[in-house]
Nanobody, 129 residues
Framework: QVQLVESGGGSVQSGGSLRLSCAAS????????LGWFRQAPGKEREGVAA????????YAEESVKGRFTISLDNAKNTLFLLMNSLKPEDTAMYYC??????????????????????WGQGTQVTVSS
């Protein structure tokens, strides 16, 4: 059974950095669409970034472009999200997700949570001003 486990969240001051990790087990990445989502209290879950499992293409939400970088280590079955220049509005629970069919990325729907069938438990990121 596929399992995704996030780590790396925490509390930082505005302008700080964090690197989130998502370790996968139960399958190996191949032709998947892998993504990071976040959900703040009272808000809908939103797509932050996604990457095709061969590393050929990545996507990012406009507000995080230039600050967040998604990457993948296939040898270690680990997905990363490096977050720099963090802002208070980045505060949220962050989830990694996997779309084994890869359609989320292929059809440009990477930011839609409905495209992803597997989810981690989440890791909290809190940015103070």
């Amino acid at each position: 059974q596929v399992q995704l486990v996030e780590s790396g969240g925490g509390s930082v001051q505005s302008g700080g950095s964090l690197r989130l990790s998502c370790a996968a087990s139960g399958y190996t990445y191949s032709s998947y669409c892998l993504g990071w989502f976040r959900q703040a209290p009272g808000k809908e879950r939103e797509g932050v970034a996604a990457i095709v499992s061969d590393g050929s293409t990545s996507y990012a939400e406009e507000s995080v472009k230039g600050r967040f970088t998604i990457s993948l280590d296939n040898a270690k079955n680990t997905l990363f999200l490096l977050m720099n220049s963090l802002k208070p509005e980045d505060t949220a629970m962050y989830y990694c997700a996997a779309d084994p069919e890869g359609l989320g990325c292929a059809l440009g729907r990477w930011s839609s949570a409905a495209e992803f069938g597997y989810w981690g438990q989440g890791t909290q990121v809190t940015v103070s001003s």
